[in-house]
Each structure stands twice: as structure tokens, then as C-alpha cells.
């Protein structure tokens, strides 16, 4: 792909002193943005403003007016760099004013792109009543205009484009959904179509309806990056890593200078296996946004994730010397975490107690404390720090069922199983929720994987919980070691989850795969390691850390890491 020219496609001005013919400013932008859709090397879309161009990162600027002399229209406009300013290109139409704005704005459109399409009306009344409603001051008379162009042209696919947003956005939902299966059903242009595909596809949930849509619009866009970004993340989601990082490749050459997509490309390129073009992604990143630590936290999670613990440790360090306070600090606990993977306890301690001074006053930085104790293998400390915290004082009721409910789960790691639901008890009488009525329901007596089942729906017994009986389920077979039956339901839960989000139903799966000696299945959930995470740990890891630290010291026949394992289990 050629280098794409990002044009910045601004309103023209009004300077006839018609104020009756401001509708012609607004639709300027639609109309040269639809007719230059679809180029290979050419990209534009509309902007508000000159300042407002600036946020999609433009490499052209064009910029104009128009004006009125007896029966004649004129247009004028300038085609400037984005950085100099230089105009590269000037343009001038005139034509009568009774035939409208159209084929001046036609004209301009093929001297920017001589390939550009016609409109998609020639409907002179309909693209008044489109321009009257894009430039109209509130929301009921932008949609009565808009709601009338598409009367004059049933097959207006851009009023379309226009009238169904602004309905959503005035709460007439159903009414939107009725006119997007109108206009569907209508002979729209092929770009809109496939638009009105992807509304309809977002609106109702169907991720092979989007698929198939944001597919269409990179073939009739293929300069445009967003859409690219769009399929690639499309593809990500489903764990299609080799079509994500063709896209996201092929979204970055489009648009070179989208700082977030270099970041996003670069995890879905270690992913598939390419660490160093992630690396090198980040790289790109950094340079856009040179004062940001995220470059900097970004590596330091790709590191870590492919086992490069110490280059992990310096880049944490690195973000938290550039920005102290991003992320509240959280990268010297990422950095504590990479130094203890690393086998050192005591180094691990001292940069966890450097997170510890700037973040203890934050509520709830107790669990954190008792969490890294507990990972670390000190579990009668992080057992009698979570006692301490539930028999405070003062401390919200809240805060305290948090501290028994990780304590009733501690205690269930143990072995302890009464203790550990005499304690989920408690948590669920201090302050019912979510967590506590979860670890009441895993710390209940031990039965056959079938009554756990329906155990779980009767406790969570309403559709929208869905997910978190799944989970909930999945964690008493864990416990009770019934891990064929548990591997069942944590592979429903992992094919649903986003990628982003995997690490932890990711290394349960695979424990439950490794328990029944599949290992042929187990070992690619294995490849990399789970993130460090940036605000204290979930309820339920002590079922994956340090065990997952054991499996890839099997699978991969680490010395090192079965040395680690030990440090942790006896610490």
C-alpha cells in the first residue's frame, strides 16, 4: 500500500451574506467525503473545524467558501499541508444557482480525485433537506429535515447515516430501528449499505453480521484505517491473530501516526508469536507520545508476558520514573511482580514496599498488602493481616466482607473448608454481594460435579448472570477436583471472554487440562504468562499463582521456574 494522504475535509464558509444559504457549509464535507470514498492512496473525512481536524491526525487541510453574485454560485478552495500550512493546490467553481451546490461540489470532488463517484442523490430538494438539517441548531428540526430528504429519496443512504444516529440520540431508539431495515431494504449505495450493515449489526449484537460488514467496508475502504482497525479488532477477539496483524499492519500504513493503534497492533502481534515486531511497535509509540509512561508500561507487560522478566522490571521502573503518578503508581507494583519472577524475594519486597508508601492511604491497599503476602508464600501473615483488617475499627462494612470473603477462600485453599464457609457467612452478614454470595456458594460441603451444577443454578439463578455462575461453578470442581467436568465449563467461558481479559479463566483451563494429563491442550494456553496485575489481585488466584509458575516448569521443562515455584509455595 502506497502512503495514504489523510485529508481533512473542513465545512466551507458562508461569506455571501445569505444567511439562507448556510445549509451549503455542512453539506459541503458529506458530499466531497462520500464522492471520494473508496481511493487506495487518498483518505478523508469531515471535520467541524480547523482545530477539531487536528484529533484524526490529517496530513492535507481543505478549507474554502462560497459565495453569491446575482444568479451564481461560486466556490473557492485551498488544498494545504497539515504541518506548513503551504497551500499545495487552489480550486474554483462557479455555476447558476438554481442547480444548487451539487455540481460545483461534484467538480471539486474529481479535481481531488478524478476517480471520485457520483453523489448519492441527484435529488436537488433532498440534498437542501439534508444540508438544512446538518446545519440545523437543535435536534427536532435536524431530524424533521433529514426525516424530509429521505421522503425526496428513499434511496439517500447518507441522510440515512445522518437520521438514524440523531434518533438514537433523542431516545427514539425503535423508530431508528425501523428506518435502518427501511433503508437496508432500500437501493443505497454500496458503501452506505454496508455501514447501515454495521449499525444494524452493533445495535443488535452479532458478531458474524459484523464481521461480514466491517469485511465489506475494508474492501470498499481501503484507506481507511479505522475500518482496518475495526475487522483487525474484530479478528483479534476471536484469537484469529495472523488475520489481526495483517489488518492492524495494513490499518498502520494507512494511518501512521494513531498512536493507540501501534499500541493495540503490538499486543496482537506478540500474540501471534512476533514479539520483536511488538517491540518494535512500541517503539513507533513512544516516539508519538514521548512525554507518556503507557509506551514504556506497555513493553513492560509484553515483556513480562514472554517471560522477560528483568527487560519487564526496567521498563516498569523506566514508566514509573517518566510519570510517577500514572496509573496511581501501579507500575512499581508490575515492576515488584517482575523482580519476583525473577527469584528475588527480597529485591521483590523492596520496590513493593516503595508502591506501598505512595499508595497505602488509598482504600482498600490493605487487601493489596495481604494479597502480595499471600502470593509471595507468607499465608499465615496474609491470613492474619485480612483477621486484623475484618476486626478494625471503624472500617467500612464493605471492606471488611471483602477481607473475610478472600479470607473464607484462603482458608478453602487450605483445606479448611468449615472455617472457610463459616467465614463466607460472615462476609455475606457484614455486607451481602456479588463476592460474598460467590464464596458462600464454593465453600459449601463437598458433592458429585452434577449436584454442584444444580447447586449453581439454583443460587444463580438469573439470566443475566450467566458469566458469573459459569465462573462460579468452574471454582467449587476446581476445588473439589472434579477437573474434566471443570474444564468443560471453563472453555465456555474462555471462548466468550475477550483476549484482553483471558489470563485468568485462561490459566484455569489449563490446570484442569493438565490434571487429566492433557497436555497436548494445555500447553498452548501456556505460551505466555498471565499479566501482572495493576490493581491488587482477583479473589480467586491463589488457584493460578503460583501454580501456573508449575505447569510451564512442566510443559516447558524450566529448571528455573520449578526453582521459583518452590521459592513461593515455601516462603
Known amino acids: 500500500m502506497r502512503a495514504v494522504q489523510r485529508?481533512?475535509?473542513?465545512?466551507?464558509?458562508?461569506?455571501?451574506?445569505?444567511?439562507?444559504?448556510?445549509?451549503?457549509?455542512?453539506?459541503?464535507?458529506?458530499?466531497?467525503?462520500?464522492?471520494?470514498q473508496g481511493a487506495v492512496d487518498l483518505f478523508t473525512y469531515q471535520a467541524a473545524s480547523s482545530n477539531e481536524s487536528f484529533q484524526q491526525r490529517p496530513t492535507r487541510l481543505l478549507r474554502g467558501y462560497?459565495?453569491?453574485?446575482?444568479?451564481?454560485?461560486?466556490?473557492?478552495?485551498?488544498?494545504?499541508?497539515s504541518i506548513s500550512l503551504k497551500t499545495l493546490e487552489s480550486f474554483s467553481r462557479s455555476g447558476p444557482m438554481q442547480q444548487g451546490p451539487l455540481p460545483l461540489l461534484d467538480g471539486l470532488a474529481r479535481q481531488l480525485w478524478p476517480q471520485a463517484k457520483p453523489f448519492s442523490t441527484r435529488n436537488a430538494q433532498a440534498v437542501q433537506a439534508m444540508g438544512e438539517g446538518l446545519a440545523s441548531g437543535n435536534l427536532p428540526s435536524s431530524i424533521a429535515h433529514l426525516r424530509r430528504a429521505i421522503e425526496l429519496d428513499p434511496a439517500f443512504g447518507e441522510a440515512y447515516l445522518s437520521l438514524i444516529p440523531a434518533l438514537s440520540a433523542s431516545g427514539q431508539q425503535e423508530e431508528g430501528l425501523h428506518l435502518l431495515r427501511q433503508a437496508l431494504a432500500a437501493k443505497v449505495n454500496p458503501v452506505a449499505h454496508a455501514r447501515l450493515q454495521w449499525m444494524q449489526a452493533t445495535a443488535a449484537r452479532l458478531p458474524e453480521m459484523q464481521l461480514s460488514a466491517a469485511g465489506t467496508l475494508v474492501r470498499l475502504l481501503p484507506a481507511d484505517?479505522?475500518?482496518?482497525?475495526?475487522?483487525?479488532?474484530?479478528?483479534?477477539?476471536?484469537r484469529q491473530y495472523g488475520q489481526a496483524v495483517a489488518l492492524y499492519r495494513k490499518a498502520l500504513l494507512a494511518d501512521p501516526s494513531w498512536p493507540d493503534l501501534w499500541n493495540q497492533a503490538a499486543y496482537t502481534e506478540v500474540r501471534a508469536g512476533n514479539t520483536g515486531a511488538g517491540i518494535a511497535n512500541l517503539n513507533k509509540y513512544a516516539s508519538l507520545v514521548p512525554t507518556g509512561a503507557n509506551?514504556?508500561?506497555?513493553?513492560?507487560?509484553i515483556y513480562f508476558m514472554t517471560g522477560r522478566f528483568k527487560e519487564a522490571e526496567q521498563s516498569f521502573l523506566d514508566a514509573y520514573q517518566k510519570q510517577p503518578t500514572f496509573m496511581a503508581g501501579v507500575t512499581l507494583r508490575k515492576a515488584?511482580?517482575?523482580?519476583?519472577?525473577?527469584?528475588?524475594?527480597?529485591?521483590?519486597?523492596?520496590?513493593f514496599t516503595r508502591y506501598a508508601d505512595s499508595s497505602a492511604s488509598q482504600p482498600g491497599f490493605a487487601l493489596a498488602r495481604a494479597h502480595w503476602e499471600f502470593t509471595?508464600?507468607?499465608?499465615?501473615?496474609?491470613?492474619?493481616?485480612?483477621?486484623?483488617?475484618?476486626?478494625?475499627?471503624?472500617?467500612?462494612?464493605?471492606?471488611?466482607?471483602?477481607?473475610l470473603a478472600q479470607l473464607s477462600v484462603w482458608l478453602l485453599d487450605a483445606g479448611d473448608r468449615a472455617a472457610a464457609h463459616q467465614t463466607a457467612q460472615q462476609a455475606m452478614q457484614t455486607s451481602a454481594g456479588g463476592l460474598a454470595a460467590m464464596c458462600l456458594f464454593v465453600t459449601d460441603t463437598e458433592t458429585s460435579a452434577s449436584e454442584w451444577t444444580l447447586r449453581a443454578e439454583k443460587v444463580f439463578a438469573h439470566p443475566s448472570g450467566a458469566a458469573i455462575k459459569r465462573l462460579a461453578l468452574a471454582y467449587a470442581l476446581l476445588f473439589n477436583r472434579h477437573f474434566r467436568e471443570a474444564s468443560l465449563v471453563l472453555k465456555t467461558s474462555y471462548d466468550q471472554i475477550h483476549p484482553n481479559n483471558e489470563d485468568h479463566v485462561k490459566e484455569l483451563l489449563a490446570?484442569?487440562?493438565?490434571?487429566?494429563?492433557?497436555?497436548?491442550?494445555?500447553?498452548?494456553?501456556?505460551?505466555l504468562f498471565p499479566l501482572p496485575r495493576s490493581a491488587g489481585e482477583e479473589i480467586f488466584d491463589c488457584l493460578v499463582f503460583p501454580r501456573g509458575i508449575a505447569l510451564r516448569a512442566k510443559a516447558l521443562g524450566r529448571a528455573d521456574l520449578t526453582v521459583l515455584y518452590k521459592k513461593l509455595v515455601g516462603g
Open 511 to 527: 490446570w484442569s487440562y493438565a490434571e487429566q494429563n492433557r497436555w497436548k491442550e494445555a500447553s498452548p494456553l501456556l505460551g
Open 66 to 81: 462560497y459565495t453569491r453574485a446575482g444568479n451564481n454560485l461560486h466556490l473557492s478552495a485551498t488544498l494545504s499541508d
Open 336 to 351: 515488584a511482580e517482575a523482580r519476583r519472577m525473577q527469584g528475588d524475594l527480597a529485591g521483590a519486597d523492596a520496590l
Open 295 to 301: 509506551p514504556l508500561d506497555s513493553a513492560g507487560e
Open 225 to 238: 484505517a479505522e475500518v482496518l482497525g475495526q475487522l483487525a479488532t474484530l479478528h483479534m477477539t476471536r
Open 376 to 403: 509471595s508464600g507468607r499465608k499465615k501473615k496474609a491470613m492474619d493481616l485480612l483477621r486484623e483488617l475484618a476486626a478494625k475499627p471503624g472500617a467500612s462494612p464493605q471492606l471488611v466482607s471483602a477481607a
Open 7 to 36: 485529508l481533512a475535509l473542513i465545512p466551507l464558509e458562508n461569506l455571501s451574506g445569505d444567511a439562507s444559504l448556510d445549509w451549503i457549509g455542512p453539506l459541503s464535507s458529506v458530499v466531497l467525503h462520500s464522492q471520494t
